[in-house]
C-alpha cells in the first residue's frame, strides 16, 4: 500500500516548442528596438548630445539585464535576490514612462518642462548607485552596506571608506584655517590621494554641512 506521507512526484517540466522561443524573440527585438529610440529621442529632447543620447536606454536596459540575472538566480543571497527584483521592475517601469512622455511631447509638439530634463538627467547617477548596491550585496552579504557598521564588542562603529576620507578631509582643512592658510584643492588631493576635481567635490560637500561639523570662512583656491 502506497504511502499517503509520501510526497507527490515534482511536476514534469514543460518543454517550450522551437515557435515559442521564437515568438519571444520576436517580441523581445521589436519592444528593445522601439523602447531604444523613443528614450534615446527622449534624452536628446531633454538637451543631451545626440553622440550620448544612446546612454540613456542602454543604462536602463542594462540595470534591467543585470538585476533580472541576480533575481533568478538562486545561489544569489536573499537581500540582493530582492533588490534585484526591485530594480528589475522598477527599470521596466521607468522605461515604460519614458516611452510614454517621449510619445507624448512628440505628438502634441510639447517642449519638455524643467522637470522633465532634471528626470531624465537624474536617471544615469540613479541606475548607477542601485546597481552598485546590489553588486554590493551579491558580493559581500553579510557586510553591513549603511554609512556606518558595526565594529567589535565594546568598540565603537567602523566608519565607511567615504566617511573616513571626509573625516580626514576636515582635520585638514581645520589645521589649515588655524595656521592662517586655506586648503586648496590641490593641496588636499595631494594630501588625500584623489583627483584635483575630486578634492573639489570634497571641499564642497564639507561647506553644505553633509561631514562632521566645519566653519568654512574662506573660499577654498
Keep these: 500500500m502506497q504511502d499517503e506521507t509520501m510526497k507527490p512526484d515534482r ?4 518543454q517550450l516548442g522551437w515557435y515559442t522561443w521564437a515568438g519571444l524573440a520576436a517580441v523581445a527585438v521589436a519592444a528593445s528596438v522601439l523602447s531604444f529610440a523613443s528614450l534615446r529621442h527622449l534624452a536628446e529632447a531633454c538637451g543631451t548630445s545626440g553622440r550620448l543620447a544612446w546612454l540613456l536606454p542602454v543604462a ?4 534591467a539585464v543585470v538585476a533580472t540575472r541576480v533575481w533568478l538566480a538562486r545561489q544569489a543571497p536573499a537581500p540582493a535576490r530582492r533588490q534585484a527584483r526591485r530594480i528589475a521592475l522598477g527599470a521596466i517601469v521607468l522605461s515604460v514612462v519614458g ?3 517621449d510619445h507624448v511631447l512628440a505628438a502634441y509638439r510639447i517642449v519638455p518642462p524643467w522637470w522633465t530634463v532634471v528626470a531624465v538627467a537624474a536617471v544615469a547617477p540613479a541606475v548607477l548607485g542601485a546597481v552598485a548596491h546590489l553588486v554590493a550585496l551579491v558580493v559581500a552579504p553579510d557586510e553591513d552596506h549603511e554609512v556606518t557598521g558595526a565594529g567589535e564588542p565594546g568598540e565603537p562603529p567602523l566608519a565607511s571608506p567615504a566617511l573616513q576620507l571626509l573625516q580626514t578631509a ?5 589645521a589649515a584655517e588655524e595656521e592662517g592658510a586655506p586648503m586648496g584643492r590641490e593641496t588636499l588631493a595631494g594630501h588625500l590621494g584623489v ?3 575630486q578634492a573639489r567635490q570634497v571641499l564642497a560637500v564639507l561647506r553644505m ?5 566645519l ?4 573660499q577654498a583656491a
Design 195 to 197: 583627483t584635483p576635481n
Design 99 to 101: 516611452n510614454a512622455v
Design 215 to 218: 566653519a568654512l570662512n574662506r
Design 11 to 14: 511536476a514534469p517540466t514543460v
Design 170 to 174: 576636515e582635520e585638514l582643512v581645520r
Design 60 to 63: 536602463i536596459d542594462a540595470a
Design 209 to 213: 554641512g553633509q561631514a562632521p561639523p
